[in-house]
């Protein structure tokens, strides 16, 4: 399929650029897409949580009551989970959260979310930007004149870090690098910006397979 190439200022620039029918032209495989998602949310937790179970817990050890008579149950110290400010029963642990996925299983994802894009209407393709310094006006302008209002994504053929950095005030628009981007940042996007040289590295990076 084909797209047309827009300059700075959203109109055609009278070229098209044809996309690679086996990432945009795929089926998208809805648990593939769930399991990279899955994966990156796992990744995302710190897994610090922590409650103090009884043999953590500073608290007296001496037996509370005797053992019989009382006519209640038996007690061994304050430290028990059954009284007030006593140990927790299967409290939280440290613990790591990421789990493995199959590259393949990845890149199947990714290819889903790039496919999904296209079938909604929402890839723009852009010529490549080239700013002298950061610059989040002319960022900005960009976006207006392409008619972007909710959350985009521009995906870099090369490392720019003056578009990167004009992009970082915004908190609507990111800026990533084609071989960086991830099932769950595609899908975050309203509007998925491809520059030219981020198509032809995904062709390229086909021809690699």
């Known amino acids: 399929m084909k797209l047309d190439v827009l300059n700075f200022e959203g109109k055609s620039t009278g070229r098209s650029v044809e996309l690679p029918e086996e990432i945009f032209g795929i089926e998208p495989n809805a648990h593939a897409v769930y399991l990279a998602i899955k994966q990156f949310n796992a ?16 608290r007296t050890t001496k037996k509370l009551k005797k053992q019989k008579g009382t006519g209640t149950a038996r007690a061994g110290s304050m430290k028990s989970p059954l009284f007030r400010g006593g140990g927790r029963v299967f409290g939280p642990r440290p613990r790591n959260y990421s789990f493995k996925l199959n590259k393949k299983v990845k890149e199947l994802a990714r290819y889903s979310a790039f496919a999904d894009k296209l079938s909604s209407g929402d890839i723009r393709v852009v010529e490549d930007l080239k700013f002298d310094k950061p610059n989040t006006k002319q960022f900005m302008s960009l976006l207006s004149n392409l008619a972007v209002t909710g959350k985009s994504l521009y ?3 090369e490392l720019n870090q003056n578009v990167y950095m004009s992009s970082k005030n915004l908190p609507k628009s990111e800026v990533v690098f084609v071989r960086d981007v991830n099932t769950y940042e595609l899908l975050n996007a309203d ?3 491809l520059s030219e040289g981020s198509i032809n590295h995904l062709k390229s990076s086909l021809e690699n397979i």
Request: glycine content about 10%; cysteine-free; aromatic content about 4%.
């Open 191 to 193: 509007v998925l910006l």
């Open 43 to 58: 990744a995302q937790r710190q897994g610090t949580h922590k409650a103090k179970e009884k043999w953590e817990i500073a």
């Open 155 to 157: 995906l870099t053929g």
